[in-house]
C-alpha cells in the first residue's frame, strides 16, 4: 500500500513537471513566433522605407536630368540665335566698308547704311546678352537640381543597408557627377557668349561713334544705344 501511495505521489509529481514544461514550451513557441512577427513586421517596414527613399532619389534625378536637357537645349538655341546676328552684323560691316572704300556712298545713304548697320549690332549685343541670362537661369536651375540630389543621395546613405542600396548609390553618385559638369559646360558657354556680347558692344560703340562724327543722326531705339546721351537722334523714342 505504501508502495503504491509513492508511485502515486510519484506520477503526480512527474504529471506537474510534463505540465510545466509544456507550458513552458508553448510559452517559448509563442515567444518566438511574436519575435518572429515583429522582425518580419520591421524588416518589412525598412523595405518599404528603403524603397520609398530610392523611388524618392529616382524622382528627383528625373527632375535633374530633365532640367539638365532643358537647359542644354535652351542654352544651345540661345547660342546659336546670338553667334547667327553676331555673323550678319558682320558680313554687313565687311560689304560697308568695301562701299566705303570705293566711295560708292553719298552721305545720306552712307548713314542710312550705318544706322542699319547700328542696329544690326545692337540686336546682336542684346541676343548675346538675353542668351547669357538665360544661360544664367538655366545654371540656377540645375544648380537646385544637384541640391535636391545631394539631399536625396545623403537620405540613401543614411538608410540600413539593402541589397540593392550600394549600386543605388554608386548609381547616383555618378549622376551626379554628371550633373556638375553640365554646370561648367553651361558655366563655359555662358563666358563664350559674354565673349561674344563684348564684341559686339565694342562693334555697336564704334558704328554709334562714326555716325556722331559724321554728323549723322541716329533712328535706332534709344533703349537699344550704348552713348546715347551723347548722339543726336531722331524720330519716335
Not at 528603403?50 to 535633374?64: P, Y
Not at 532640367?67 to 544651345?76: F, N, P, T, V
Not at 553719298?106 to 547700328?118: C, R, S
Amino acid at each position: 500500500m505504501g508502495n503504491l501511495l509513492m508511485w502515486t505521489e510519484r506520477m503526480k509529481d512527474l504529471q506537474g513537471t510534463f505540465i510545466f514544461a509544456v507550458c513552458l514550451l508553448a510559452f517559448t513557441v509563442v515567444v518566438l513566433i511574436f519575435k518572429y512577427g515583429q522582425e518580419r513586421a520591421q524588416s518589412q517596414i525598412l523595405k518599404a522605407e528603403n524603397l520609398a527613399t530610392q523611388n524618392m532619389a529616382l524622382s528627383v534625378e528625373m527632375e535633374a536630368a530633365r532640367k539638365a536637357q532643358e537647359a542644354d537645349r535652351l542654352s544651345r538655341i540661345a547660342q546659336q540665335s546670338a553667334q547667327k546676328n553676331l555673323e550678319n552684323a558682320r558680313q554687313a560691316r565687311e560689304m560697308l566698308e568695301r562701299a566705303k572704300k570705293q566711295n560708292s556712298l553719298g552721305q545720306k545713304e552712307l548713314i542710312d547704311k550705318l544706322n542699319a548697320q547700328l542696329e544690326r549690332e545692337a540686336d546682336a549685343r542684346l541676343s548675346a546678352q538675353k542668351a547669357s541670362e538665360e544661360l544664367s537661369k538655366q545654371r540656377d536651375e540645375l544648380r537646385k537640381a544637384v541640391e535636391s540630389t545631394k539631399e536625396a543621395l545623403e537620405k540613401l546613405r543614411a538608410q540600413k543597408p539593402a541589397d540593392d542600396s550600394a549600386s543605388r548609390i554608386a548609381q547616383m553618385q555618378q549622376l551626379l557627377r554628371e550633373r556638375e559638369a553640365e554646370i561648367e559646360r553651361l558655366k563655359k558657354r555662358q563666358a563664350e557668349l559674354e565673349f561674344l556680347r563684348k564684341q559686339a558692344y565694342e562693334a555697336q560703340r564704334r558704328t554709334e561713334m562714326e555716325i556722331a562724327a559724321r554728323g549723322g543722326t541716329v533712328f535706332v531705339p534709344r533703349a537699344k544705344l550704348i552713348l546715347s546721351p551723347n548722339i543726336r537722334t531722331g524720330g519716335k523714342y
